[in-house]
């Protein structure tokens, strides 16, 4: 008879430790199992003999052994005892590691991601930490009527019917799906029916899906340049080719793109405030590119993240509005009209896309809790977005100046802040020869939030200088802000000049 191998060199266990001993006991066989110590077949003491030697409880050991068998780690046959399982389930995790196959620090291993992974997770979005002032993109939280949004959702989430614990209502509840339609039809000229809306789990889960529902790998997707990282993310994720396409005075430069470039599969465009230099695309421009995607047979993807405030007269209508080709996929988001946290968005999809787009939601999980949805479609169909909606451009528009005031006070010479007449941030220039990159660096260290905007380039920036979000900073914060970017650009400048004087003295 085979004798009992002994497992005292595998098992250390620690009475003071918080994990129980019986999980202790456990965690070592299982290990001693999977690293090959404790060989298949070798059988193991009796419960009371290992107890003994281990100082524990036999139900210590009993509770730890009928884990591993419950598992397939140890086999228990009556008349022969415990013994180690011929093959534990993890086995072949650690059988024929190839050479590229490293352990990483962490455990995990360092197999290859695809090609469309490694692209997808080269473009990385910033994640500033810090105060509010002056993260763009950021809506002024604390205005919010969170109290009324509060009840709305316990209101939702507290029926009981049926329907509201299911799988249905693919592409939304039906109830906010007819609100997005009449109410953006109202504000922004969007012409769709509301089964045209496909309600999706925020603004990047619409261009997600529209990416992957519009293009092959290999597919060329004209993209602004500069333009939204978001977009580029979800474009490179879905193996699209991208080609840049510069920003003028007019909004995309379709000839020049045309010129360099072979017909797209796709377009991403932001024509009513683009971001991020907040050009508003013309008309006529807006006509030519809906004229030449019906001649190329190329998809529209446009994106209006914020053009709800617009400061100066009504907001523009939209390019969707303008199509009568069916052409342009229209992409809205709550989170800039509400709070980022909520994570709602929508995708106004050509009447041909609905049934596709609606399947294809069922798959990717980008669906919005019923609950969210029905709190949401109350919310706007009582009047409640749109008298927040207006409060807002007031308060913007009052942030927007005092920025402005305090730029020209204290920034004058050094940050060109020019006065937009939409959105929730102004991009501003630096004076020659300031790297934007240096500068938001020195202003994060001051605890301001300066993205650079040569970093929203994917060609060769063209342009230097800052995107500063006000929309979400508190006037009192304004003028600290402004003050400590001051700082933060006169120490890049002291920095900068110091080469200068070296050089200087060295050739006299």
């Known amino acids: ?41 070798a059988r193991l003491p009796a419960t009371r003999v290992l ?12 509770a730890a052994f009928e884990q591993l068998v ?38 995990g291993s360092s197999l290859p991601l695809s090609r469309r992974g490694r692209a997808l997770a080269s473009v990385e979005r910033p994640s500033p930490r810090g105060g509010a002032a002056f993260r763009p993109g950021l809506p002024a939280r604390a205005e919010f009527p969170l109290e009324l949004w509060s009840r709305l959702l316990a209101r939702h989430a507290r029926r009981s019917r049926a329907d509201a614990f299911g799988y249905d209502h693919a592409g939304g509840l039906p109830v906010l799906r007819a609100q997005i339609a009449a109410y953006f039809g109202a504000a922004r000229g969007v012409s769709c029916h509301a089964d045209q809306v496909i309600v999706v789990a925020g603004a990047q889960a619409g ?29 490179v994720g879905a193996g699209a080719r991208l080609v840049p396409v510069p920003i003028d005075g007019e909004g995309m430069d379709l000839d ?38 019906q001649r190329w047979g190329a998809w529209i993807l446009e994106d209006d993240y914020d053009s709800e405030y617009r400061y100066a007269g009504r907001p523009l209508a939209c390019l969707q509005g303008l199509d009568r080709a069916g052409v342009v996929l229209y992409l809205g988001t709550f989170s800039k009209m509400m709070f980022p946290a909520l994570r709602v968005g929508y995708v106004v999809v050509p009447p041909s896309l609905v049934e596709p787009f609606r399947i294809a939601l069922r798959s990717t999980g980008h669906a919005v809790p019923l609950a969210v949805q029905g709190a949401l479609g109350e919310f706007v169909g009582e009047g409640h977005l749109a008298t927040h909606v207006r409060r807002m451009r007031v308060l913007y528009a009052e942030r927007q100046a005092r920025l402005l005031d305090w730029s020209r006070r204290l920034l004058a010479g050094a940050l060109d ?20 990159r240096h500068v938001a660096v020195a ?22 200088g800052l995107l500063l979000g006000y929309a979400g900073v508190p006037e009192r914060e304004i003028g600290r802000g402004v003050e400590r970017l001051a700082r933060a650009i006169e120490r890049v400048q002291r920095s900068a000049a110091k080469p200068a004087r070296r050089s200087a003295g060295a050739r006299r």
Not at 209 to 218: C, I, K, S
Not at 417 to 435: H, I, K, M, Y
């Open 1 to 41: 008879m085979p004798r009992s191998v002994s497992i005292l060199g595998t098992v250390a266990l620690d009475p003071r430790a918080s994990v129980p001993l019986h999980r202790q006991l456990y965690l070592a066989l299982r290990e001693g199992v999977l690293d090959g110590r404790l060989k298949p077949g």
């Open 51 to 62: 107890a003994a030697e281990l100082g524990v409880s036999r139900n210590t050991v009993l």
């Open 70 to 107: 419950a598992e397939g780690y140890l086999e228990s046959r009556v008349g022969s005892g415990t013994r180690v399982a011929a093959l534990a389930p993890e086995a072949l995790l650690h059988v024929g590691r190839s050479a590229r196959q490293e352990t990483t620090r962490d455990g």
């Open 207 to 235: 261009l997600d899906l529209a990416a992957r529902m519009l293009l092959d790998p290999g597919d060329a997707a004209w993209i602004e340049d500069p333009g939204y990282l978001g977009a580029r993310g979800a474009l």
């Open 256 to 293: 020049a793109a045309e010129r360099a470039s072979p017909p797209p599969r796709l377009v991403y465009v932001t024509p009513s405030h683009q971001f991020p230099t907040g050009v508003t695309m013309t008309l006529a421009r807006r006509l030519a590119l809906l004229e030449r995607a």
């Open 417 to 436: 802040v020019e006065p937009e007449d939409s959105g929730l941030q102004l991009a501003a220039d630096l004076a020659e020869p300031l790297d934007d």
């Open 443 to 464: 202003a994060a260290e001051e605890g301001v939030v300066a993205a650079p905007l040569s970093s929203y380039f994917l060609g060769e920036p063209t342009r230097r």
